[in-house]
């Protein structure tokens, strides 16, 4: 079987951490196989051509602006269109490992298999403006495969004709995916696949030291004024929509994405596709790699394999 990839461009936004970037995005989608460019500032280029090769390498025409990741996310939009593509991928840097979710449980999964599913999803429906995969902290059992019209965060597939861009310097993929929906157009946050995502302020490099106070510091007292200017700034450009509470300790942004209730619009004639599909794994097997102590894997494992001999004598 042909390997799939995904058809549509990668871009992993990173700055300052060259001695970390194989540890995490980039490092797991070499391994398995997916083409990327990892877009750095011209001060990082010596130090991240001593860890990828040079033609992985896109150098922006500026640096330390001062606004986040946002003037970066937008060159690489502006790139991809230059280079004919109708949609394209922008991934954070610190991404472990995508996950399938699968009889509620958490595997480690192929990337380039994951990102192609997420790309043909997005693909049958017209009015879908982003999509990307859920967090591995959130893939509980018992979830549906995906949610409609709600955020989307670190791993997103964006097309390419949206009349807007991004603009915030703090929250922005939330900005982003708020003023998509506002316009009429759908997200899609996919709980199929789940991406592994070290959380926010636990690495050095990036924006972290612009957006979080001054200086790189986990404590909370580092991390207060920083939350709260992302919840303050997000409520001001959507008011109604976006207000500023306490969460979990420190000052967190609630949204109402409830009231976006848009629907998916299926491209085609509806005859087309009335009938469902033949069940397609894109190549993907569940593989025993250790011994399963679980009662509950061991009949799962066992009711897999017993499916596929099934499929395999008919």
């Known amino acids: 079987m042909t390997r799939r990839l995904p058809r549509y461009p990668v871009y992993i936004i990173s700055k300052g951490r060259a001695d970390t970037i194989l540890l995490h995005t980039a490092g797991y989608l070499a391994f398995d196989y997916v083409p990327f460019r990892v877009v750095i500032e011209p001060q990082d280029f010596d130090d991240y051509a001593q860890m990828i090769p040079e033609d992985r390498i896109l150098v922006l025409p500026f640096s330390n602006l001062g606004k986040g990741g946002t003037p970066a996310r937008n060159w690489v939009w502006e790139h991809s269109i230059k280079e004919g593509h109708e949609r394209h991928w922008i991934l954070d840097d610190n991404i472990r490992r995508i996950y399938r979710l699968y009889g509620g449980h958490r595997f480690p999964c192929d990337a380039a298999v994951a990102m192609r599913t997420v790309e043909d999803f997005t693909d049958r429906y017209e009015n879908i403006a982003i999509s990307g995969m859920n967090y591995k902290m959130f893939g509980t059992p018992n979830l549906y495969p995906y949610f409609i019209n709600t955020h989307v ?53 990036g924006n972290t030291q612009e957006l979080y106070g001054g200086k790189w510091d986990r ?26 509470d306490r969460r979990f300790q420190r000052p967190q942004h609630v949204i109402d994405w409830k009231r976006f209730k848009q629907p998916l619009i299926r491209r085609g004639d509806e005859s087309d596709w009335q009938l469902l599909p033949e069940l397609d794994e894109y190549g993907l097997t569940l593989r025993q790699v250790g011994q399963v102590k679980s009662e509950r894997m061991r009949a799962m494992v066992a ?11 008919t």
């Open 153 to 205: 965060y670190s791993n997103l597939l964006i097309r390419n004709d949206l009349p807007f861009r991004w603009r915030l310097r703090l929250n922005e993929d939330t900005d982003l995916c708020l003023v998509a929906l506002s316009r009429g157009l759908c997200t899609v946050l996919v709980n199929v696949f789940l991406a592994d995502k070290l959380p926010t302020m636990t690495m050095k490099g």
């Open 219 to 244: 404590s909370e007292a580092a991390a207060t004024d920083g939350r709260l200017d992302m919840a303050r700034i997000l409520e001001h450009w959507h008011p109604g929509v976006v207000r500023v």
């Open 303 to 313: 009711e897999y394999e017993a499916g596929r001999a099934v499929a395999a004598a």
